[in-house]
């Protein structure tokens, strides 16, 4: 327990504003008391958060859940790094206040006007060219 301690450090264990858990490993006591087998808890940790992270990275594009996988292996390093602690809780802070501020009903009137606004002019170029050319595709296909 000696060694939690030193990763938990005084200058971010003692933050209360997101009323967030005590920084620092949350790995077992029996591996935090043995410093090898601590170490290669931190590895094993990285490793899999890191491939979870990569699988995330490679949804991105494709059609899947990549930021909800990038996500979870963040949560997973934020078991045992602080860094990771660090980033989860600014963002979880980052996606309440802008959800708080969509909420908003100056916000919400004013996202809705622009959403009308947007599907007018698109409504509006879209019958322009059916108008114009017809239903045929600018493009050949052969």
């Known amino acids: 327990m000696a060694s939690d301690g030193g990763e938990d450090g005084s200058g971010g264990g003692g933050r209360g504003e997101d009323g967030g858990r005590p920084l620092g490993s949350r790995a077992p006591a029996f591996i935090r008391r043995s410093r090898p087998l ?10 899999v958060g890191l491939a979870v992270v990569g699988l ?3 949804l991105l594009p494709l059609p899947g859940p990549g930021w909800v996988v990038i996500f979870l292996g963040m949560g997973i390093w934020a078991t045992e790094f602080v860094w ?3 980033v989860l809780r600014w963002t979880r802070r980052k996606v309440a206040e802008a959800a708080e501020r969509a909420l908003d009903p100056k916000v919400r009137r004013r996202n809705i006007t622009l959403t009308v606004i947007g599907l007018v002019i698109i409504g509006a170029l879209l019958g322009w060219y059916l108008w114009r050319y017809g239903a045929v595709l600018p493009w050949d296909l052969h």
Do not use: E, I, T
Request: aromatic fraction near 12%; avoid cysteine; proline fraction near 0%.
């Open 38 to 47: 601590h170490l290669s808890w931190q590895v094993v940790v990285f490793l």
């Open 56 to 58: 995330g990275v490679v």
């Open 84 to 86: 990771a602690q660090l």
